[in-house]
C-alpha cells in the first residue's frame, strides 16, 4: 500500500499540491484558508447543525441523515482507514521541516476527515433540502480545497473523501427512509 501512496505522491499529487502553492498562493487564501478549514475540525461545525435540523420538524429527516453518515465516515474513515492505510502527510513526504498555515495534524492523511464529514453532511442536506444544500456543498467544497492549499492532503485523498461523503450520504437518505416510514417522530 506504501508504494502505490508513494507512486501517487511523486507522480500525481505533490505535483498538483506545488501548482497550488506557487499559482494561488496569496496573503489573501493565506488568511482565509485557515479560517475555512475550521468548519470541517472533527466535524463538529456538521454535527452541531445536523443536531439543530433534528429540534426542527420540517428538517428533522435532514439532520437524521446528516448524523447517520456523519457516523458511517467517522466509523469506516477515521476509524478503520486512516490507521490501515497509514498514509504520510505530504508535509512529511521529504522529511523536510515545512511552515504550515495551520497546527500540524499527528493523524494519518488518508482519507482527509474534514473532507468527508464535510461532503456527507452536505450533501444529505442537499438531497432534503436543495435551498440550504447548495451553500452547504459550496462550503464543503471550499473546506475540500483548504486541505490541499495547506498541504496537510493529497489530492488523491480529497477525491477518495469526497466520493466516499457523497456515497454514505446517500445511503443515510435510503436509510431514512426507511425509518421514518416505521417511527412516528421522523413522519
Known sequence: MAEIFSWFAVNFDLPILDWIAENLGCAFLDAVMPVITVF?????FWIALSVVFLLIPKLRKAGLAMGIALLMGLVVCNLTL???????RPYDFYGEAMQLLVATPHDFSFPSGHTIA??????????HNKKLGIPALILAGL???SRLYL????????IVSIGLGIGFAFLSTWLVKKISAKVKFFQ
Do not use: M, Q
Open 40 to 44: 470541517g475540525n472533527g466535524g463538529i
Open 82 to 88: 486512516k490507521p490501515l492505510c497509514a498514509r504520510i
Open 118 to 127: 464535510s461532503f456527507e453532511a452536505a450533501t444529505a442536506l442537499a438531497l
Open 143 to 145: 473546506i475540500a480545497f
Open 151 to 158: 498541504y496537510v492532503h493529497y489530492p488523491t485523498d480529497v
